[in-house]
């Protein structure tokens, strides 16, 4: 079913017709109370006349109605009243009938005392009359009935007139809802549409544009509000993507041109051993280069793709792992590294993700650090995060490329001439903080005395 179906059925007409029902029970409530007010008039003329049907001259019976001075201005709602006699005979009639009029209508008194008979009756020509039937005794001890009869046109006639009226403007009303749900129905659709068509972009795989301008405020804004979040996140990953194969190509490159070359000139023309072997001593430093840029590589891929088994442990514990492991290096290079911890640091973490971390942002400071020079490594905590911060007194990093060091194959020029690396290990150290719900960033500090690089977890573990 459509948008357009579904609000013309749910918007227009399941409350057209829930209002129809409406109006039909109230109808009939109408006319019930209607019939029950006739009721009580009955009943009180039928009092007041059966009190006083012998109060004439000479205990004369008669039909106080027939001699009212209001009786032309009552006539045409005024019930009809009948009384007979202890013979069943028609007594008296109001309004009186012609002389020509015969009738043969008969009624038995019964006995007086008896509660008042209400009922309906239905003329040949379909018109319905309400009527009360009461005994009264007269004053000589003679029984009489007295018949008082309504006629329920005028109760047909005002409900009639409620139906008009209400199934009119029930009518009105439908007839407005449907053309609100037609115009709601098409500004949703094309909303939905614009919606629709974006995504079946981003299906085919171009995430250049962003959706189209909603303005709306409802949930349809806020999915159109998300859905361009998504697509600006899926372009930067397309962007980073290409960035990172066109950057991996370029790595992988140069290692291979310089074998080739090697290769090439070790076949020009014929060759000694010892030249020999200093072109496969040259192609094998190549390859060790291409075989860590790959292991790099795949440590890169493994933190972004790889199945992270957060559970609660002490942070301090993996950082001080992490410094134990690389003391070797620092005093082969003539280096001192210090901890700084202050008890244990409960958190959740994944063991390996961090430790690899860590053990990158130690390997960083080991290359850039001057021999003789201090390495220094600090955990504390920081509100509701452990902040692992890692400072060392080698040339530090330029304010304009402290958040660059970390995308991938980013090397600062100035630094990295002559250094070994391939420009990974501090993307590895955002990636694995990122997946923990925390941050890396290069530290405040005066350019050229070294460097601090901080990685930051929660405490407590939020959604990888």
Do not use: C
């Amino acid at each position: 079913m459509t948008l357009t179906r579904r609000l013309w059925l749910l918007g227009a007409l399941v409350p057209t017709l829930a209002t129809l029902l409406a109006l039909v029970i109230a109808g009939q409530l109408f006319r019930y109370d209607l019939e029950r007010s006739l009721d009580r008039a009955l009943l009180a003329q039928a009092a007041v006349e059966s009190v006083s049907l012998f109060d004439g001259p000479d205990q004369e019976v008669h039909l106080h109605m027939a001699v009212s001075p209001l009786v032309d201005q009552v006539r045409p709602f005024a019930p009809q009243g009948y009384l007979y006699g202890p013979d069943g005979a028609l007594v008296m009639r109001y309004p009186p009938l012609p002389e020509s009029a015969q009738h043969e209508e008969r009624l038995v008194p019964g006995e007086p005392g008896a509660e008042p008979a209400l009922s309906t009756r239905r003329d040949s020509d379909g018109s319905r009359w309400r009527e009360v039937l009461v005994n009264v005794r007269s004053p000589h001890g003679e029984r009489f009935a007295l018949r008082l009869s309504a006629s329920l046109g005028q109760v047909d006639g005002s409900v009639g007139t409620y139906y008009r009226m209400a199934f009119s403007l029930a009518a009105v009303t439908g007839l407005l809802l449907l053309g609100v749900q037609t115009l709601q129905a098409r500004r949703l659709a094309r909303r939905l549409d614009a919606m629709t068509g974006h995504l079946g972009k981003l299906r085919e795989g171009d995430f250049s544009h962003a959706p189209a301008e909603d303005r709306g405020g409802d949930e349809i804004g806020e999915l159109r509000a998300v859905l361009a979040e998504v697509t600006q996140r899926l372009r930067g990953a397309r962007e980073a993507q290409e960035r990172l194969i066109a950057d991996a190509a370029h790595e992988l490159r140069t290692p291979l041109s310089l074998m080739r070359t090697s290769m090439d000139l070790a076949l020009r023309r014929e060759r000694g051993p010892e030249e020999l072997r200093a072109s496969l001593r040259e192609a094998r430093t190549e390859v060790e280069r291409l075989a860590v840029l790959a292991g790099r590589m795949l440590d890169l891929a493994a933190v972004g793709r790889g199945t992270w088994d957060r559970k609660k442990g002490d942070l301090a514990e993996v950082v001080a792992r992490a410094v134990e492991g690389a003391r070797a290096e620092a005093e082969r290079r003539g280096l001192l590294i210090r901890l700084e911890a202050q008890g244990p640091a409960e958190a959740s973490f994944d063991a390996g993700g961090l430790r690899q971390a860590v053990d990158n942002l130690l390997a960083n400071a080991l290359k850039f650090s001057p021999e003789g020079g201090e390495i220094r490594v600090r955990l504390s905590r920081e509100a509701q995060a452990f902040r692992v911060s890692v400072a060392d007194d080698g040339p530090g990093i330029p304010a304009t490329a402290r958040d660059a060091v970390f995308a991938p194959f980013h090397r600062v020029p100035d630094t990295a001439h002559g250094r070994p690396g391939v420009g990974l290990g501090l993307a590895i150290v955002r990636e694995v903080a990122t997946r923990h719900g925390g941050r890396a960033y290069v530290a405040d500090g005066v350019e050229g005395r070294g460097a601090e690089v901080v990685l930051e977890v929660p405490v407590f573990a939020g959604p990888a």
